[in-house]
Every structure is written in C-alpha cells, then in structure tokens.
C-alpha cells in the first residue's frame, strides 16, 4: 500500500507542474492599487 501512495504523490507532484492551480492566498495585496491613487484618498497622494 505505501508504493501506491508514493506513485499517487508523484502524479500529484507532476500534474501540479504541468498545470498548476490558482491559489488566490499566494498572491496578496501588498498596498493600495492604482484605481486607489487615481481616485484620489486620505492619504494626501494626487491624481494629478
């Protein structure tokens, strides 16, 4: 049983190579974006 679960973990590993899956948590915000300096905010920055 546990050479059927080495094998399940290398197909798992080389699907995930060659079509791997969007996981939005990898890629956070790091800041404000630039919609926000276009509008315009609090924070004293200008669209100008």
Known sequence: MN???HIAGYAAA???FVA???R???YY???PG?????RGNSL?????
């Open 14 to 16: 080389i699907r995930e």
């Open 20 to 22: 791997p899956t969007y």
């Open 3 to 5: 050479f059927w679960n």
């Open 29 to 31: 915000m790091r800041g």
């Open 34 to 38: 630039p919609a926000c300096a276009r």
């Open 24 to 26: 939005p948590e990898r």
């Open 44 to 48: 004293g920055v200008s669209a100008n």
